[in-house]
């Protein structure tokens, strides 16, 4: 073999820099954030499960600069995703030093502290000594110097509401966080926080609640007493103040997918813990392929149904969604584009699904 030949054949498959697809932000409509100048996407990607040490680094990569092609310009972490807890954010800190670096202006990147991080009495809840500690965590992780929001994750009964969100507003005062959220915090609480925030000129601008088809608690009024929020509902505090919302688990974390429709057991991807199969009875199966008949009759997957509800008109900003693989991510973007619906559809929709037992776990803190 002569020289010149030796060279023409050996030019092996090599590791190329990630270059986001030109054509990203033709595939979706952005949606502002209540009154504020923030944009998300109508659907978002969150880390919970599927990014974690359990998964292989290479699916996870696929997947989010997939998301991104796809104009999907919001990922949500906390601290204790994963698992292990933090490995989430770790993995994703590997992608923000390579692919995503040359991007970050073109993304908003969500973190949170109040569910139990690490041992002892500051690893949880929502002190200032948490929250400020915990951020300061997750921003090494992720390889940034801010995230976009930063949440308390959840409400903390032994501390003043006026800590936690000083604290939020400490985080953005050093420049660790843009805007500052909520999550699963109750309608009274939330209308605490916003007085809170409001005297502190705080940017709290979104609530990231539990939503979809069997878990309607935001849509819900919050008792009738004369307290902060006068008995309305979350949706109704939150237009009220001029908060948006970004509703999580909008397929109820796989069960209103097309996975738990036929008669073999369901495939999932790998560990949920949070999920267990007691809310999969028997009836819940008829119900669920009632609304498989629903979506069909709109052209629509169970998933996309799913999704497109959350997003109707009156329902949250963007549908904050999980996502084992690229061929799942395309079938739920597609259900953007139409969330639209009839009365007959919703009248339908509610007589098959409504509030389902078990499936918001989060009420733990929502109830208080
Ligand atoms: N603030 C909070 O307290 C809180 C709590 C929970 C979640 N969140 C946020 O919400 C995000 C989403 O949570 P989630 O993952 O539970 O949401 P989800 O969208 O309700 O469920 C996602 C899971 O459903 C399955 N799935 C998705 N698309 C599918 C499709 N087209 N066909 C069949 N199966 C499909 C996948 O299961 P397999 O993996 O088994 O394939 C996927 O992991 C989290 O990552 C996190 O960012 C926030």
């Known amino acids: 073999m002569t020289e010149e030949r030796y060279w023409a054949d050996a030019v092996p498959e090599t590791h190329r820099p990630y270059v986001a697809a030109e054509d990203r932000y033709q595939h979706l409509e952005y949606r502002r954030v209540g009154d504020s100048g923030l944009l998300l996407p109508p659907i978002s990607l969150g880390l919970w499960w599927n990014f974690g040490d359990d998964r292989p680094f290479a699916t996870q990569r696929e997947i989010l600069r997939h998301a991104f092609d796809r104009g999907v310009t919001h990922f949500d972490l906390a601290n204790n995703y994963g698992p292990p807890y933090g490995s989430a954010e770790e993995n994703f800190g590997r992608m923000m030093r390579t692919d995503f670096k040359p991007y970050r202006d073109e ?5 949170k502290a109040g569910w139990d991080m690490w041992p002892g009495p500051y690893g949880k809840l929502g002190s200032r000594k948490y929250l ?9 992780r992720m390889s940034v110097d801010y995230v976009d929001i930063f949440y308390s994750h959840r409400t903390d009964p032994g501390t003043p509401v006026a800590e936690t969100i000083g604290a939020l507003d400490t985080a953005v005062r050093q420049g660790k966080a843009l805007y500052v959220g909520i999550s699963s915090y109750s309608p009274e609480r939330t209308a605490e926080a916003v007085a809170v925030a409001k005297d502190l000129g705080t940017p709290l ?22 307290g902060a929020a006068g008995g309305k509902s979350l949706l109704t505090v939150l237009d009220e103040h001029g908060m948006g919302s970004i509703g999580f688990t909008p397929l109820a974390q796989g069960l209103l997918t097309s996975k738990y429709l036929g008669d073999e057991p369901a495939k999932r991807s790998g560990e949920r813990g949070s999920f267990t199969d007691d809310v999969v009875t028997p009836d819940m199966v008829e119900r669920l392929r009632g609304l498989n008949e629903v979506a069909e009759g709109r052209g629509q997957s169970l998933a996309q149904l799913a999704i497109s509800w ?22 739920n973007l597609a259900a953007a584009a139409q969330t639209d619906f009839s009365d007959e ?20 803190s929502s109830d208080l």
Do not use: C, F, K
């Open 107 to 111: 993304l908003v990147l969500s973190s």
């Open 132 to 140: 400020l500690s915990s951020l300061e965590a997750s921003l090494e």
């Open 205 to 226: 601008v979104i609530h990231q609640p539990s939503y979809s088809m069997v878990n309607r608690w935001i849509e819900e009024g919050g008792g009738a007493g004369p």
């Open 310 to 331: 959350v997003l109707r008109p009156g329902g949250v900003t963007s549908a904050l969604i999980g996502a084992s693989s690229t061929e799942q991510l395309d079938e």
């Open 345 to 364: 559809e919703l009248a339908r929709i509610d007589e098959l699904a409504g509030t389902v037992e078990g499936v918001n776990i989060w009420d733990v």
